[in-house]
Nanobody, 124 residues
Framework: QVQLVESGGGLVQTGGSLRLSCAAS????????VGWFRQAPGKEREFVGFIRWSDGNIYYSDSVKGRFTISRDNAKNTVNLQMDSLKPEDTAVYYC?????????????????WGQGTQVTVSS
């Protein structure tokens, strides 16, 4: 069993940056595909990005491509989400999720493990 905990959320102005971390406990973290999702009030949970364990490939949604960067530190059991050039529409609760293997990585239902979420608010 893997437990995931997000951190690093907060309030930032438009154009600012935040770095979210997803810390994992459990001996299977190194064999884990990890995705990031977000959910704004009244909206469905939305895919943000994904990193695959087997080949290190990373994928982003079109809405964050070029602004967000996913990285992985297996020594620290963390996956990070660097968010730059933030916009008010990025405001949401951000979640990391894990599972193995994940084939349809844009679909929340394919992930087995979820963190509790961290709030990101971007002011205009």
């Amino acid at each position: 069993q893997v437990q995931l905990v997000e951190s690093g959320g907060g309030l930032v102005q438009t154009g600012g940056s935040l770095r979210l971390s997803c810390a994992a406990s459990g001996r299977t973290f190194n064999i884990l595909d990890v995705g990031w999702f977000r959910q704004a009030p009244g909206k469905e949970r939305e895919f943000v990005g994904f990193i695959r364990w087997s080949d290190g490939n990373i994928y982003y949604s079109d809405s964050v491509k070029g602004r967000f960067t996913i990285s992985r530190d297996n020594a620290k059991n963390t996956v990070n989400l660097q968010m730059d050039s933030l916009k008010p529409e990025d405001t949401a609760v951000y979640y990391c999720a894990g599972g193995f293997p994940i084939y349809d990585f844009t679909s929340p239902g394919h992930y087995r493990n979820w963190g509790q979420g961290t709030q990101v608010t971007v002011s205009s």
